[in-house]
């Protein structure tokens, strides 16, 4: 298994664009989270799905930021406006979450850099 | 609310001597529990976990911890610590009702030559 697929690994951008970071889950898996690690507030989480639907969203920021899961091998977190202060390592897990395999795997995560 | 502390920003062993990340936890019910590590530049990755049974739980990279109930803590151990163990560590808890896991602050583990 590849693991979770995260694009891009980088990204630059100027304050005022559109961000879209993608996740790809392991197969299989029914819960979905994202992360955001910034070195001042740690690891944060933002959103997550089970079975493609958001159940917990009250970590998102603002509604600048959303989030999507059309199906069960794909997400995205989408950012618009991007402001400075979103810049982060923005991480996407999956879990299984039945039969007691609750322990999340990690992609690479996306390092954004907003100007 | 469920909540997950790790008391120690920052460990600091000697490579050969056992290390000791504590994490204590306020899960209501019976919790799942977990470790992850992370490594420069890159995600987290799962150690180990507790669900239920033998109170000593053994992981990858010869790591193990220790569930103690009464305490409500989940400590992670290591008999003999290698430089290549330093990294930065989370402890992470869920009710599974919840559905979602409660992550530590993290702690950074140094283990010098």
């Known amino acids: 298994d590849a693991g979770v697929i995260q694009s891009p690994r980088h990204e630059v951008t100027e304050m005022g664009q559109e961000v879209t970071l993608r996740c790809k889950p392991i197969?299989?898996?029914?819960?979905l989270f994202w992360y955001r690690q910034t070195m001042m507030r740690g690891l944060e989480l933002l959103i997550y799905f089970n079975n493609n639907v958001p159940i917990d969203d009250s970590g998102m920021p603002e509604d600048r930021f959303s989030a999507k899961m059309p199906n069960a091998s794909f997400s995205t977190l989408k950012i618009q406006p991007s402001e400075p202060r979103d810049s982060a390592v923005y991480f996407c897990?999956?879990?299984?979450?039945?039969?007691?395999?609750?322990?999340?795997?990690f992609g690479p995560g996306t390092r954004l850099t907003v100007l | 609310a469920q909540s997950v502390a790790q008391p120690e920003d920052q460990v600091n062993v000697a490579e050969g001597n056992p290390l000791t990340v504590k994490c204590t936890y306020s899960v209501s019910g019976n919790p799942y529990l977990f470790w992850y590590v992370q490594y420069p530049n890159r995600g987290l990755q799962f150690l180990l976990k507790y669900i239920t049974g033998d109170n000593l739980v053994k992981g990858s990279y010869g790591f193990e911890a220790e569930f103690n109930k009464s305490q409500t803590s989940f400590h992670l151990k290591k008999p003999s610590a290698l430089v290549s163990d330093s990294a930065l560590y989370f402890c992470a808890a869920i009710n599974t009702n919840a559905g979602k896991s409660t992550f530590g602050d993290g702690t950074t583990l140094t283990v010098k030559p």
């Open positions: 197969s299989g898996h029914n819960s």
């Open positions: 897990a999956s879990s299984s979450g039945t039969g007691g395999r609750y322990e999340q795997f």
